[in-house]
Structures are given as C-alpha cells and as structure tokens.
C-alpha cells in the first residue's frame, strides 16, 4: 500500500467533529463509532486533509514539524482504520 | 491533563445521554431500573420533548439512547425519533420488543441513523421469563424476526440484543453470542445494578464472584466484537498488565454522561434514580443545558473523587472503585469498594451493613398488584 504521507485523504462523509478543550470527538453516524482526537493539531490536520492533495501536504500546510510527522501519521492510519477517513473523492 | 482526567473533569456537553421517554410498560421486569409500569401523568409533552431535542442539537450531542419503560407505548414514539433524526441526533433506543410487528419493523428499517437494542435476559424462555415476565421470551424472538424479515440489518446495519448477565444466564454467554450472529445483530451485554425493582432482586440475580470470573475471561476473549456500555469496568481489577476491557475505564456520571427521566428529571446516570442525585430538571429556567453546566451536583461529581477505603489497593487504578449506583443502593459509602468488588472487599462491606440503612430509590411506577390477604371464596359446583 502507498505509504500514508502521500495519501490523498479526507474525513467520512458521515463523520462529524464536536470541539473539545483535548481535541474533538469525532462520531461517525455509519458504523457508529465514537472515536476521540486527543490533540487539538490532530483536529486541525483532519479539518485541513480534504483540502490537500497528500496527507504530507496537510501537515506541512498546519505547520506540523517533520519530528512529530511519524506520529501523526500513525494516528491517521488508525482513523483510516475505523473508516474516519476514507480516500478522497 | 490526560484524557481519562478530561472526561472526568467533565465536558461542555454530553457524549451521550439517556432519555426514558416514559415509565409505562407493558413488562414488570423484575431487575427495572426506572421501577416501571404505570405512565407518569406528569412526563414531558410531544412539543417538551421537541425542545429538548432541540437543545441537544445545539448542544451537539452525537446520540441518545432512548428507553423507558417501553419506549414504543407513547403515541408520539416515532414523531420524536423521526424528529431527532432530521435535526442529526441518532437514536438508539431499548425495547422489549412488543410493539415491534411487520408494519413497524418496516417503517424503523427506512429510517437513517436508527440502532435498536432487544431485551433479553436468557437463550430460552424459562430462563428469560423468570426475569422479564411471561411470554417475554416469545415476544423479544418474533421483535428480532420482524426485523430481519424487513431486512433491517441488510440497510442499518447490526440491531442489538441487550442481555443484563445473571447468576442464571452467565452460562449462556455463548448461545447469546451464538443467537446475535444467527440474526447478524450483535450482543451487548451490561451489568445487573440494584437500582430501581433491581434493588429487591439484586441479592438473588447477581453473579458470584468466580461467576465474575468468567465474565471477565469471556469479555477479554471477544473484545470489542461484543459490546458492554463500557459497564463492567470493576472487572479490570482481575486483569495483568495490558489485559484490560475495551472502553474509557471510568465512571460518566454527570461527566460525560447523564439521564433524562420521562417527567424531565435529569439525573448523573441512569442507575441513580434518586433525590441525592437529582441535578434539576428540563422545565428549569435555562433548559437541560444550564443544568448540566451549572447543577451543584454535577460540578461536585467532576471534582477529583476520594478513592478513600480504596486508596491502599494495588488495584485502584484498574478498577476505579467500581459503580457509584451499585454502592449508593446497597448502602455502601461512595468512596469505597464497589459491592461485587473482584477482591472481596465489597462482600466484607456489605456484611456490616444494616438494613435499615439501604437507600431506597425515590420513585416506584410499578403496576399496582392487587394483594389478596384472605382466602378467596371460591363456590364449587357441578356442571
């Protein structure tokens, strides 16, 4: 599979982000998840996917530094997982 | 702050809450957490419970679970899901299944972001009867066959089978899983609290401690592909290192989660049916969301709590000291050992309380039995 950064995501269309002091709760209305972003960065990097075309594009776009990339990338792949994210249209 | 501290603190709103629309039921199940039977004359109205949905979707609250009593008995049940569906809130809502025929079935497998959970407390009709009343069995089981026959889980995905575990059906945990898959529902299964009818069936219906065992060892083996409400968190005391139960592992009472009762009561949670944890009600000036933002009540559940007898055991952490409703109505203190605390302590505990001393919940909807205290004549004749 292509490694995630050069991904071209983008939030479920039935997903939906609820602000929270630690991030959001993101709640996906298809299969029911409920699934918590514990960083406001990593809201702000979901918010901004669909308006890149690679997922590295989004993070450099928030100014995320490349030490912390890894990371990101790893809690990405987990909402790729629970079909948070899907693969943009 | 983690995230575990977060939640505790508390949020601007609800995850999710619960919403019993009414205490009429048709069933006088024995185990009830809300005491019901009989309609309050005094639960909210179509154009109330209209407004309160309009707040939760201010509010964005995601979902909530629907319940009573029988939901489906209020004339207005389908007007107030379809309109809590149109303003994106999903439903999920518990049912004993009565009211579910093909026409009905038909009509909630149309609708979007629908989940419906049937009661069932055992794999066979004695088992499940001696619970939730005769005949509670058969009902349930032709519930699920409406739904499949509409084809429920083919357009909504998976409807639920809710089974509270018993000293009775803790066996059967197989055959239930075995039921959901032959349906493609899926179980969930939740803890038995003396609350409401329960706190009269609590000593005779909940499970031993090696009984807990195997629930704890069956939960482990079927991870998230059976769901628990997050409800048998005071099982993580049996576990090592990483062998935890999936969820948040502590207790939502007015932290994350709360209760909406049918006269528009809000409580911390739907196990604490009682005046000690009464926050205010929907009616109040400033809705249900001024009481979940302002109520004394709930800013004192979001301090940091005492884990208090608890503090010396190594298990603290795992278990969280267990359930504030399952302590509150056995009439153990708040900040110690959870009555079916895996250690024994609750046990020990409970020993040392009298009777007198056990709350009682505040309110009893149940049907009126008419009681005869002396013999009936009965005129015995030939045909």
Redesign the interface.
């Known amino acids: 599979m292509t490694d995630i950064g050069d991904r071209a995501l983008a939030l479920h269309p039935r997903v939906a982000l609820r602000p929270e002091p630690f991030g959001a709760l993101a709640y996906h209305y298809g299969n029911r998840r409920l699934v918590f972003l514990k960083h406001p960065d990593v809201v702000r990097v979901v918010q901004a996917l669909g308006e890149h075309r690679s997922v590295d594009a989004a993070l450099t776009a928030c100014a995320i530094a490349p030490a912390r990339r890894p990371s990101f990338h790893r809690a990405l792949a987990g909402l790729v997982e629970s079909d948070m994210l899907v693969e943009a249209a | 702050?983690t995230?575990a501290e977060?939640l505790k603190s508390g949020?601007?709103?609800p995850?999710?809450l619960t919403w019993e629309l009414t205490y009429a039921c048709n069933l006088a199940c024995v185990h009830c957490l809300s005491s019901s039977g009989r309609r309050d004359p005094n639960e909210l109205s179509t154009a109330e419970a209209k407004a309160v949905i309009d707040e939760l979707h201010r509010l964005?609250v995601?979902?909530v679970n629907i319940g009573g009593g029988e939901p489906m008995i209020r004339r207005d049940f389908f007007d107030i899901v379809e309109y809590a569906i149109a303003q994106?809130i999903?439903v999920?809502f518990s049912t004993n299944g009565a009211f579910i025929d093909a026409e009905r079935a038909r009509r909630l497998t149309a609708m979007?972001?629908l989940?419906i959970q049937i009661s069932l407390d055992g794999t066979d009709a004695v088992t499940n009867d001696a619970v939730r009343g005769a005949g509670s069995y058969a009902t349930a089981r032709a519930a699920m066959d409406h739904l499949r026959d509409a084809g429920f889980v083919e357009r909504n995905?998976p409807f639920k089978i809710s089974v509270v575990i018993t000293r009775h059906n803790v066996n059967q945990l197989d055959e239930f899983k075995a039921l959901a898959d032959s349906y493609g529902a899926q179980l969930r299964v939740t803890r038995l609290r003396p609350s409401g009818r329960g706190a009269d069936s609590w000593n005779d219906l909940h499970p031993t401690n090696a009984q807990q065992r195997q629930i704890f060892q069956w939960l482990l083996a079927h991870g998230e592909t059976v769901l628990t409400g997050d409800s048998f968190f005071h099982l993580n005391a049996l576990g090592g290192p990483g062998e935890q139960l999936p969820g948040l592992n502590l207790c939502g009472a007015g932290r994350v989660v709360c209760l909406i009762d049918p006269v528009g009561d809000v409580y911390a949670c739907p196990f604490v049916i009682h005046d000690e944890f009464l926050a205010g009600n929907v009616r109040d000036a400033g809705g249900f969301t001024k009481v979940w933002r302002e109520s004394t009540l709930f800013a004192e559940l979001r301090q940091p709590q005492s884990a208090g007898a608890c503090a010396s055991c190594g298990q603290f952490d795992a278990c969280q000291g267990g359930c504030m409703a399952a302590k509150f109505f056995t009439g153990l203190p708040l900040d110690g050992p959870d009555p079916e605390c895996v250690g024994g302590d609750g046990e020990l505990a409970l020993a040392g309380v009298a009777t007198a001393a056990v709350p009682r919940p505040s309110a009893d909807h149940s049907h009126r039995v008419t009681r005869l205290d002396r013999p009936v004549p009965v005129l015995l004749g030939r045909k």
Request: charged share 20%; aromatic share 16%; net charge negative.
């Open positions: 702050m995230l977060q949020l601007d709103a995850i999710c964005q995601f979902y994106g999903g999920k979007d972001y989940d995905g």
